[in-house]
Structures are given as structure tokens and as C-alpha cells.
């Protein structure tokens, strides 16, 4: 699976839109790319995946760019409640282990 | 909405002592699998199942551990003799492959304490 690169840490301010950046220069065409989320401890939390096409779903919109080397997460309107870290993951079709990184810690301010 | 369910919420137990998580996946997946986090640290993948057979394992899924699927609903994983190094928290996931991906939904996750 490609390796991603994503920001240590990002604020947000609470009712804005926080857009979450991920670097997978080395993806291939059969990989996916996936965001999930984890609020403190708690278990990891599936927000949205992509192959080529943009997505979007009610959690988030997904923004891809042409050549798949970067991909962006949107949540459109911020809460307090998606204060979190988050996960870019590549993954090849047909495997199964996710790999986590170090994610993206958003912090989003009131 | 379906989700993953895992017992206990946590567990303490002595090294060298015998321990089974357990997890209730969402009923019409196909494929379990179990992650563990140490505190800290990232998250790690250790096993995924199907057919009621190991698919794919990490290193760290060594023979200390094993996996079950007892019955039509409970995935079970055992860790044989604890080390104190086995404190973590366990996440059971499911999914159901299909020509979209491979979505995993996770449990709330098994702390696993070792003294």
C-alpha cells in the first residue's frame, strides 16, 4: 500500500468547513484511498473512500486530484464533535490490512 | 444501524494468564478482523478472517494468539499466555467486501491490561 503523508495537527473554527490534506505520491491505480477517524480512544470510525471520481457522502466530501498523488478531506461544517484524529489509508483491492499512520490531529475551536 | 459490539469493555489480568476477547461483528459480514492499539501508539493491524480461516496475519500475530469464530455470531481471539507487552486496546472490525472497496467498521474496543 502507498505510504501517505498527512499534517501533524490542524484547528478548525467550529462551523467552517475543515479541509484534512493527504499525500500518496506512490498510489497505484488499483488502490484505494480511505479516511476514517478516531475520537479519543474510542474505536476507529469509517468516514468516506474513493478510487478516482470525487465522493461525497453525509459525514464528508472526498476531493481527489487527477493524477491520485494527493487527496483532500472535507467536513463541510465543523463541530466541536469531530474534534479527532484522522486517517488518509491507501489500500489495494482485494487486501485487507488497514495500515494506520500518525493521522491529522483536528482540533476544532468554539 | 448495525454495529460491532466487543466484550469486555476492559480486562485486567496477570502475565502469563490466558485471555479471550470477545466481539459480535455485524451479522451479514463475511470478513472479522482484529487491530490492537498500545497506548500511544499507532494503530496495528494483527488478523483478518474468512471462512472460518486466518486470511491474512501480521508478525505481530504470533503463536501466542489465535482466532475463532465459535458459532454463527462471536469472533473470539485468545491470547495464550499474556506478556506485560500485550497491554493495549483490541478492536474488533467487519466488513463486507463488495465492488466498491473494503469498508471496516470497528468496535468500541477491548482494554487489556497486564500486571
Known amino acids: 500500500d502507498a505510504k501517505t503523508t498527512q499534517p501533524p495537527s490542524m484547528d478548525c473554527a467550529e462551523g467552517r468547513a475543515a479541509n484534512l490534506p493527504c499525500n500518496h505520491s506512490t498510489i497505484s491505480g488499483n488502490e484505494y484511498v480511505y479516511w476514517y477517524r478516531q475520537i479519543h480512544s474510542q474505536g476507529p470510525q469509517y468516514i468516506i473512500h474513493?478510487?478516482?471520481n470525487n465522493e461525497t457522502n453525509e459525514m464528508a466530501s472526498l476531493i481527489i486530484t487527477e493524477d491520485r498523488k494527493s487527496s483532500t478531506l472535507i467536513l463541510p461544517h465543523a463541530t466541536l464533535r469531530d474534534t479527532a484524529v484522522y486517517y488518509c489509508i491507501t489500500l489495494y483491492t482485494g487486501r485487507r490490512a488497514l495500515t494506520f499512520g500518525s493521522g491529522t490531529r483536528l482540533q476544532v475551536q468554539p | 444501524e448495525p454495529e460491532v459490539t466487543q466484550t469486555p469493555s476492559h480486562q485486567v489480568t496477570q502475565m502469563g494468564q490466558e485471555v479471550i476477547l470477545r466481539c459480535v461483528p455485524i451479522s451479514n459480514h463475511l470478513y472479522f478482523y482484529w487491530y490492537r492499539q498500545i497506548l500511544g501508539q499507532k494503530v496495528e493491524f494483527l488478523v483478518s478472517f474468512y471462512n472460518n480461516e486466518i486470511s491474512e496475519k501480521s508478525e505481530i500475530f504470533d503463536d501466542q494468539f489465535s482466532v475463532e469464530r465459535p458459532d454463527g455470531s462471536n469472533f473470539t481471539l485468545k491470547i495464550r499466555s499474556t506478556k506485560l507487552e500485550d497491554s493495549a486496546m483490541y478492536f474488533c472490525?467487519?466488513?463486507?467486501?463488495?465492488?466498491?472497496?473494503?469498508?471496516?467498521?470497528f468496535g468500541p474496543g477491548t482494554r487489556l491490561t497486564v500486571l
Open positions: 474513493g478510487l478516482k
Open positions: 472490525a467487519s466488513s463486507e467486501p463488495d465492488s466498491l472497496g473494503d469498508t471496516q467498521y
